[in-house]
């Protein structure tokens, strides 16, 4: 695990500067404390900063072949590297290394931009192809790992993290997207190839930017299209072949030359990972958060109770409500990107203390969204019933909804299945709000384009690789693709490099991804209990009462209570302050509204709220200096 960056003068081939390298190489030293280095090529330049993880001894970057005819900067990990080298080694081809990046080097040179499908890991790199003058940046299908990168004036800048990028931009002063803000208020994240900064955009999952001859071109590369398996599995098939997937996936993380550990929620996801992790091994350790014994929900009982059963290693961490509030705006500013979820500021404190004894971290995510864990799961499954309903008999329920003081949730499904292509109805199930109120919040004349249709383009080349799947196939193809990466991947990447650890997601296993992708809905939900075919496989090893828990991530509900609480308190008094960084875009009026009706119980608008008290110390904190506080 590492930070990558670099610079391409494509145009005018105008040499490159070791010491631009060097300073934005040096604004993502968090990422890589244990080594750094350079290469230069006249009008290309690569930065490295490395954290090392395999083959400590031989793993330096920028790496080439012997000849040096291709170079690589490589920031995450293969986990099949040992199988490729044996096929590359098989056609000749000679090793110099034990890591993994040696093998995207020779796989390059044998298969070309091929490679990129025979990689079974997480990925953001750049190929440089010296006798072609190409370079190659590249995003793994399920976005775990981030590119950003910025195109002016002939100039390509590109790094693992926003400020490495804008270290180069000197004097000039980047400037927040209208456009963006207004689809992160709409999504609470912004999706792909956006991000909340003018001039700044970020990989695609599964996407790959080439630049050659003088032109810029980005496509996707990963373009699987799940089929429906035929016949279809049955329920004893299906349990088998994910735990065999399951069993293959974690065994390929574990390698390491570092120590390593999980963090453990109370759940059944970690639980599962920490089961078939023993099988590989004893007395892991394990890292979990909570906020202790008041609290009905807090997680740390859970964890640790599993973590008795299982018999691992196990710490706990708490926070307090005074730590949520104080250090929220430090936490958004390591983001880079606003991001609205209360696990941001509970991932971020497990990650600090896991990092004190190992420096590779399991998670648990995925399950939900590959396997239907969501309560928006249930109304994509049910809610084509919904749609076959004539107009006449939707529209009393739809008025009776509309009246209820609360039930969001319940609202946007109706709104999400009233009308439109599969694509919009996924789009809206998604969304906080409907588009035509957030374009409502901002002052008149901010917005320049549809946001809803800007997000549409987003996505519309996805839309071709799931038609054979059905409305809960075609949510959770998006979510896999879209919310997973620009949102939970994003902010647990983010906050792990910051204490310079490496989180792995065995649950994304590339294999395991396109098995869950071709089940039925009727494995994934089943008389409304979502991710019914993967607790079918955690009641293998794991008693019923950890299989029953109810999901609660990190105990997430606790800090929503704690946000709603301070909504009376210092954090609502932003929506009062005519001088808040938000009302340079939004209007104050719109934005009391919400919050007049939130205190009200007219509404339970917690959620874009916290969303704009994010956007708040985001704003405030606009700098690319963020970088000097890790």
């Known amino acids: 695990m590492c930070g990558i960056c670099g610079r391409y003068n494509f145009i005018d081939k105008r040499p490159v500067e ?19 280095g350079y290469y230069l090529d006249g009008s290309l330049g690569f930065g490295f900063r490395r954290l090392s993880i395999i083959d400590l001894e031989g793993g330096h970057q920028p790496m080439s072949d012997e000849e040096e005819t291709t170079w690589i900067v490589f920031n995450g990990e293969i986990y099949n ?34 490679v990129l499908n025979r990689l079974n890991g997480m990925f953001g790199l750049a190929v440089w192809d010296v006798r072609r003058r190409r370079l190659m940046l ?42 963006s803000l207004s689809l992160f208020l709409q999504y609470r994240f912004t999706p792909s190839p956006y991000t909340a900064m003018q001039g700044v955009q970020k990989l695609a999952p599964g996407t790959k930017l080439v630049v050659q001859d003088g032109v810029c071109q980005t496509s996707r590369w990963y373009r699987f299209s799940p089929k429906p398996f035929a016949p279809p599995k049955s329920v004893a098939e299906a349990g088998e072949e994910l735990l065999c997937l399951y069993r293959q996936a974690v065994r390929r993380q574990l390698v390491s030359d570092v120590p390593l550990g999980l963090l453990l ?26 906020y202790g014994e008041s609290y009905v929900l807090d997680e740390l009982a859970d964890a640790e109770d599993t973590a008795r059963i299982l018999k691992s290693r196990h710490t706990g961490v708490r926070i307090t409500r005074k730590v949520f509030e104080r250090e929220l705006s430090r936490i958004v500013g390591f983001l880079e990107e606003p991001v609205t979820t209360s696990s941001i500021v509970p991932m971020y404190f497990v990650c600090q203390r896991a990092r004190e004894d190992v420096k590779v971290g399991l998670v648990g995510q995925g399950p939900d969204e590959l396997f239907g864990g969501y309560p928006r799961h249930i109304g994509a499954r049910y809610g ?11 529209a009393p329920l739809e008025r009776a909804v509309a009246a209820l003081p609360r039930n969001e949730a319940l609202k946007r499904g109706l709104y999400a299945f009233g009308s439109g292509s599969a694509l919009q109805r996924s789009g809206r199930i998604l969304s906080l709000l409907p588009a035509e109120q957030i374009e409502g919040l901002f002052w008149d004349g901010v917005l320049k384009a549809d946001a809803e249709q800007k997000v549409q383009q987003c996505w519309s080349d996805l839309a071709s690789l799931g038609p054979q799947t059905d409305e809960l196939g075609r949510l959770q193809f998006l979510e896999v693709r879209s919310t997973l990466p620009d949102e939970l991947l994003m902010y647990a990447d983010k906050l792990s490099m910051a204490h310079s650890l490496e989180l792995r997601v065995p649950y994304l296993d590339k294999d395991i991804v396109e098995y869950a992708e071709r089940l039925g809905s009727n494995l994934k939900l089943r008389n409304g209990v979502g991710k019914w075919i993967h607790k079918q496989v955690c009641r293998k090893f794991l008693p019923a009462s950890i299989v029953r828990r109810p999901k609660r991530g990190f105990a997430t509900t606790v800090v929503d209570s704690w946000f709603r609480d301070s909504l ?17 875009f939004l209007n104050p009026a719109s934005v009391s509204k919400l919050h007049a009706d939130h205190v009200a119980g007219r509404q339970d608008n917690h959620k874009i709220l916290f969303s704009l008290i994010v956007l708040e110390e985001w704003l405030r904190g606009f700098t690319v200096g963020a970088a000097a506080t890790m």
Not at 30 to 35: E, L, N, Q, W
Not at 138 to 166: H, N, Q, T
Not at 270 to 277: D, E, F, K
Not at 568 to 584: L, R, T, V
């Open 265 to 290: 929620s109370g759940g059944v996801d970690s639980a599962l990972l920490l089961a078939l992790m023993m099988e590989n091994g004893a007395d892991w350790p394990t890292y979990t958060v909570g």
């Open 138 to 179: 590249a995003r793994d299908p399920f976005g775990i790992k981030l590119v950003y990168y910025r195109v002016s004036a002939g100039s390509l800048w590109f790094g693992s993290e926003m400020r490495a990028v804008c270290a180069s931009m000197g004097n000039e002063r980047p400037e927040a997207d209208p456009e």
């Open 18 to 36: 070791r010491r631009e390298l060097e300073e934005m190489a040096r604004s993502i030293r968090h990422r890589g404390p244990d080594d750094e």
């Open 384 to 394: 084509v019933a919904w749609t076959a309903l004539p107009p006449w008999a939707r």
């Open 81 to 114: 590297f040992r199988e490729l080298r044996m096929e590359l080694e098989s056609f000749g081809h000679v090793f110099r290394t034990r890591c993994d990046t040696e093998v995207i080097v020779h796989g390059y040179k044998q298969w070309g931009d091929e």
């Open 568 to 584: 009376g308190g210092d954090m609502a008094s932003i929506f009062a302050d005519k001088e808040a960084a938000i009302f340079k």
